[in-house]
């Protein structure tokens, strides 16, 4: 990503942040409801208490209270470009690993969690027509051991100028080039997307 991309989400968050506070708001949700759906899905590729989990774009680090309060508790790390919702998720989880920056940042080795899921960090327009976001989903997989969930908006219903937005069966085809075993899921919320990607089953042959 361009400097002046990196800045101007920092800046729109810094912006958020001062406004709305800790608040979904804050993160350009609407609500805590359609949050916590896209928690969800991500959730529903299979992660179990106790999952190691990476959340790429974590924002407040939500994610995190949420699997505990559906009763599935995670070893949580969680990754972030922007310096002031990081600095307000540590305030609130001080015992959370948490790192500034874009994913590559942080320096992660291969395979080092179960799950890295991401929800809303690819919403920003890039104008690089998907690009940036294949390969965020190219690294994401280097890094987990079962697979990876992420959010997308929906390109066929929404378009809106500083919003990335993404044709659902594009970026599963893309994906099935990572691994075969990539599944489409939608029809959660209007305007919105989910694609698993699994790693394949170890000790298992052809
Ligand atoms: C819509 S918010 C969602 C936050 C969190 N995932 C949640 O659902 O509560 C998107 C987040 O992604 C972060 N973000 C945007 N682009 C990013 C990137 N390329 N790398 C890391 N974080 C990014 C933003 O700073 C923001 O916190």
Redesign the pocket.
Known sequence: ?HELQRKR?IER?RDSLKRHGYH?HA???SGREV?EI??RVLADIGIAAGASVL??????A??NDWTARAGRPVRYTG????PD?IAMARERHPELPLYI???ADGGFEPASFDWVV???????QLHDGGAYAHRMFLQMYALCRSGVAFNLLDGRSLQIHDLQSLIPEEELAFCRSITPRSKLVQGYLANDFTIYLYREPTGQSI
């Not at 959340?55 to 407040?60: A, E, H, N, P, Y």
């Not at 991401?118 to 920003?124: D, I, P, Q, T, V």
């Open positions: 990503m989400i968050h979904p993160l350009y949700w949050q896209r928690f959340d790429v774009g974590c924002g407040f939500d994610f990754i972030d470009l922007s919702l920056g874009e994913l991401l929800s809303g960090a690819l919403n920003e």
